[in-house]
């Protein structure tokens, strides 16, 4: 049980370059979340999924679209990298009060 | 919108004692939900432990329990027994019952523990 599982781990960017960041989760949950962390600070929603086939904005939606693939999987995509978006991506899922986290993606865009 | 505030950015204890990290949040809804998180050097986020509001009994889970002030809109966790791999960062949050399930953060606060 793999629980939720993101690739890359790490990426390095050049300004302006496009990337999807991947997120998998095996426990059959509606609901699933990006995140990102900046340092010192804690982490902010950027899109969350509700159930397959709905995506809504979070806190900080500028820069990035999502796709809910299926119920298993939910994409993030930066269409044109800024030094402003390097950070740490976290990808969650959750059925009912905990949210599961995956391992993170440390992204630098230089 | 809801705030979520930790007021020590950095908080140390020495092996085998106590310690209690501090949290309070802002909002005007009755019906919510506070949690623990713990982020290891490691990034992974784990749960520590979870408050519903409507439950006036502050929640326990082995070594780490909250102290819930509903009015004060406080949540602090008590960490007892400290152990070397408590050290790691430390993430107040907030859930409304209502909105989707969606988290609101703290700050942090980083533990270190002492030998």
């Known amino acids: 049980n793999a629980g939720v599982t993101q690739t890359p781990k790490f990426q390095v960017l050049k300004t302006g370059q496009s990337m999807t960041l991947q997120c998998a989760q095996d426990m059959n949950h509606n609901s699933m979340y990006w995140y990102r962390q900046d340092p010192g600070m804690g982490l902010r929603l950027i899109y969350y999924s509700a159930s397959e086939g709905t995506t809504d904005k979070g806190e900080v939606p500028n820069g990035y679209n999502v796709s809910r693939l299926n119920k298993r999987e939910f994409s993030l995509r930066l269409e044109s990298a800024a030094p402003s978006q390097t950070s740490v991506y976290f990808c969650?899922?959750?059925?009912?009060?905990?949210?599961?986290f995956g391992p993170g993606t440390r992204l630098t865009v230089t | 919108a809801q705030t979520v505030t930790q007021s020590q950015p950095e908080m140390s204890v020495q092996e085998a004692e106590t310690v209690t990290l501090s949290c309070t949040y802002d909002t005007s809804e009755s019906d919510y939900y506070l949690f623990w998180y713990k982020q290891p050097p490691s990034r992974q986020m784990i749960l520590v432990i979870r408050?519903?509001?409507?439950?006036?009994q502050n929640a326990t889970e082995n070594r780490f329990s909250v102290n819930f002030q509903k009015a004060a809109k406080s949540f602090s966790l008590k960490i007892s027994d400290s152990q070397l791999g408590d050290a790691a960062m430390y993430f107040c949050a907030y859930r409304s019952a209502d909105a989707g399930n969606m988290l609101t953060f703290g700050g942090g606060t980083r533990l270190m523990v002492k030998p």
């Open positions: 969650a899922s959750s059925e009912m009060y905990e949210q599961y």
């Open positions: 408050q519903e509001a409507y439950k006036q």
